[in-house]
């Protein structure tokens, strides 16, 4: 009589998948298909090159079937491989030289060696699933702005340590708004600038300076630009101190700037509160350069603009005398803001007389 494939009832085994799926989050496909993976490489020892290993794992019935594929010969010279007519009967009615016949295979047989090489090599997949998702997780967010924990500081360094869902990233200094204080368990805001891959799991470079991260509080606060009506055309920013973002809509009926501001300021306060105090200009954005440098240079008044190059992007701006401190800025902070907004170089100049202030990007 032809034997029938061993079925190996094993409920813990897919209790452990179950569990396995719920607490790290591991596909139970995913983790069968690295399962049946193991037990071919365990069986490689006795039976061949492991290509003529059959694994199949069944969760509605909770069992799996192990069996091996055979060539009939009538000498046996790889007895992994390879099987006599007479070993064969039981398995097949009809043992013919040159078929192949499926031999079940009962794994509590499997023996000492081979039991331990599945389990070393199922711990190693489960490792590595759980390193591949957690790169494919957080990769998924590049660009994008995701909530951290702060674990803890580096005193000397001043380092941060931060928590990503199940990912930890370093936050360098040079990437932290300065004179911004965290705490151990504080949540924040940080923006996903890349994600590489390495043997250690994901390499997740973050930044709290990034002119991204504006960007992206913004399409949080602001349902218009989340839905498209309003778009974000640049930004420009010099963590913790201020920042210049040009907005535009193609619909004539919405006043972007007024959107992304909110109702007596509430939205952009709300971002501001988020990043510590930080000043945001709200500028109207236009496609000609004249307009938007002369909106980029707000607060300050502008009586004309004068475009000397535009393939090298040189303009001149005349603004009241009594505006120039204003449109110039701390320190060239406003002009130099207004250049890496619209990229263009910015010559201002009073309006009583010439003085030349270039700033550019």
């Not at 939205?267 to 000043?279: S, T």
Request: glycine share 6%.
């Amino acid at each position: 009589m032809k034997k029938k494939p061993v079925e190996t009832g094993n409920s813990d085994f897919f209790e452990a998948l179950a569990l396995l799926e719920k607490e790290r989050g591991l596909p139970a496909n995913y983790l069968m298909e690295k399962i049946k993976n193991a037990i071919v490489i365990a069986a490689k020892r006795d039976y061949g090159n492991g290509d003529n290993v059959n694994v199949d794992i069944d969760p509605a019935t909770d069992t799996f079937r192990v069996s091996v594929t055979k060539e009939i010969v009538e000498t046996v010279e790889n007895p992994g491989t390879e099987i006599s007519q007479e070993d064969a009967m039981p398995y097949t009615s009809d043992p013919a030289i040159g078929s192949l016949v499926t031999i079940p295979i009962d794994t509590k047989n499997f023996g000492r060696i081979a039991a331990q090489t599945a389990k070393h090599v199922i711990r190693q997949n489960i490792r590595e699933a759980e390193r591949e998702q957690a790169y494919d997780d957080i990769r998924s967010k590049t660009g994008e702005l995701v909530q951290a924990t702060v674990m803890r500081t580096d005193p000397v360094k001043g380092t941060m340590v931060l928590e990503i869902g199940k990912n930890e990233a370093l936050l360098p200094k040079s990437e932290q708004v300065p004179g911004e204080i965290l705490n151990d368990g504080e949540k924040i805001s940080v923006y996903v600038v890349s994600v590489d891959d390495s043997a250690r799991g994901p390499k997740i470079m973050i930044s709290r300076t990034h002119p991204g991260l504006v960007k992206r509080l913004f399409e949080v606060e602001v349902p218009e630009i989340f839905d498209g009506t309003v778009e974000i055309k640049a930004v420009a920013r010099e963590a913790g101190m201020r920042t210049k973002i040009a907005v535009w809509s193609k619909d004539k009926d919405v006043d972007p700037r007024g959107a992304c501001i909110g109702p007596r300021g509430a939205r952009v306060e709300r971002i501001v509160e988020e990043l510590g105090g930080e000043k945001i200009d709200v500028v109207l954005w236009s496609e000609k350069p004249e307009e938007f440098i002369a909106k980029a240079l707000s607060p300050s008044e502008v009586i004309s603009v004068e475009v000397l190059d535009p393939d090298q992007k040189i303009c001149s701006v005349t603004v009241p005398d009594d505006q120039l401190s204003l449109a110039i800025g701390n320190r060239g902070q406003n002009a130099r803001l207004a250049a890496r907004l619209t990229g263009y170089k910015i010559d201002i100049k009073p309006e009583s007389g010439y003085y030349e202030s270039e700033i550019d990007e």
